[in-house]
């Protein structure tokens, strides 16, 4: 099994900057990606950013170059910098981790950590 916490997120105006971070633990895991995804109200949740144990990220076209995801891979923790907030991003964000076990590939998600961006 493994355990994801996350921290971050919060209220802030739009131009604004908040960090989410997510940690991973457990045992006997290989972590194949980490990244995170959100949801707004009303809408389907969709990926914002993903970063594979080897590095490579995946962005969001309506997020890149305001954020910036990096991963810590010594301590299985993945960060996302966020600048230049919108209103548009106001969403519940959720941390995603795909591990691989024996083979099998597992999908874990995080609680949510709500981030509200005020015009």
């Known amino acids: 099994q493994v355990q994801l916490v996350e921290s971050g997120g919060g209220l802030v105006q739009a131009g604004g900057s908040l960090r989410l971070s997510c940690a991973a633990s457990g045992s006997r895991f290989n972590i194949n990606s980490m990244g995170w995804y959100r949801q707004a109200p009303g809408k389907e949740r969709e990926l914002v950013a993903s970063i594979t144990s080897g590095g490579s990220t995946n962005y969001a076209d309506s997020v890149k170059g305001r954020f910036t995801l990096s991963r810590d891979n010594a301590k299985n923790t993945v960060y996302l910098q966020m600048n230049s907030l919108k209103p548009a991003d106001t969403a519940a964000y959720y941390c995603?981790?795909?591990?691989?076990?024996?083979?099998?590939?597992?999908?874990?998600w995080g609680q949510g950590t709500q981030v509200t961006v005020s015009s």
């Open positions: 995603n981790v795909v591990v691989v076990r024996r083979g099998t590939y597992y999908n874990y």
